[in-house]
């Protein structure tokens, strides 16, 4: 077992591989009452096409990692939500682009929920019957999404930026792509991304960790789960063709994206979650609603509270984006690349307004420090290998030299690409 301490935050992490690869992380609270548990894969929408040992390759329809998800929960002899029902724990899931997560938190019977937990995630049950009621229930969802006009701005966006790549398809997919999905496929789904030595199980809070990991230890040696070699294949990312599409929706006002895509940033572990600290202080500084550029277009009408920034960094996928309601988006496209074109000059006297924000910033992570399921989740533990608490260290030593570093990286030669639902 390999223990890290935090000795300013007083927090403890226990890691332990388990010889058949599962990674279990520990993090005891004695203090509190509740404990939360979280198994995840490095799974999500984004895998579009793998190859077990030297087998054929598999192409994997839009929204078959969100639709595998939802399958596992439903087994032979009826619905896992059930068993966790009776234990006293509330159980959910959910799948992004390069994570699914199975998780569950409780005040009680912490052992034999945590024994549940592996054992519906690591025992798939699919039949054509049951499958095909899904993709019923699943089609609804997706013209539930389809309805949405947030929704529907954001999708619209990252297709902008990555015409046809795999993050500009919505994580439930769409009726044609579940309708090919076939429980051989997501038999050889699960037998492919869901081994032991691909999963990490993260418990939190009040428990022994003597006692999860022999009850872990146990439960994974009472398993044989076939070892097998996987490649994932790489999509070919094409380059964006336009820089602004409009598009017809049933929407009071228009609603505006505007987005930067950058080049491919060779970033990884903590420098990578060092960058996404240091770009979303670096967007505070240049656009946030402190400043005379955001204030400005507030009392003119440009924007409202509605608008919003945010920078992401998924391996192959790095963008920022702006989003917006107003009828004014010309202006509100002009003033952004007005503010991006002068990133220099503004960063030339924003050294205080940094510290400040680092500070304030540092608070809300620290208090996040006090919630069980921010520690399991609000980390990069499966894009980076950091968690909550190495985000929280690496925020106390971030530097303005960071931030203009960051500057250069995402604002230099930036070229702004527009999205725009209006009636």
Partial sequence: MIEKTYPKLKETVLTTELPNGLTVVMVPKPNYHKTFAVLTTPFGSL????????EAPITIPAGTAHFLEHKLFEKADGDAFTRFGELGADANAFTNPYQTSYLFSTTQNVLPALAHLLDFVQTPYFSAQTVAKEQGIIGQEIQMYDDDANWAIYMGLLDLLYPGAPIAEDIAGTKASIAQITPELLYQIHRAFYQPNQMTLQVVGHFDPDEVLALVMANQATKTIEAVNVRRFEPVIPEPTKKET??????????????????????????????????????DILFGEQTDWYQNLYNKGIIDTEFETSFDLMHAYQFVSFFAETTEYDALTVAIQSQIAQYKTILAHAESAFESLRRATLGEGIQRLNALESIALRGDDVLFGTNLFDKVMLLQDLTYSDILDSAEKIYQNATLRRFVLKK
Avoid: H, M, W, Y
């Fill in 47 to 54: 895998a579009r096409q793998f190859q077990i040992n030297d």
């Fill in 246 to 283: 409009i598009q017809k929706f049933d929407v009071s006002r228009p609603k505006i994206a505007l987005g930067i895509r950058l080049p491919k940033l060779d970033v990884t572990g903590e420098a990578a979650t060092k960058l996404t600290l240091a770009a979303d202080i670096l967007a």
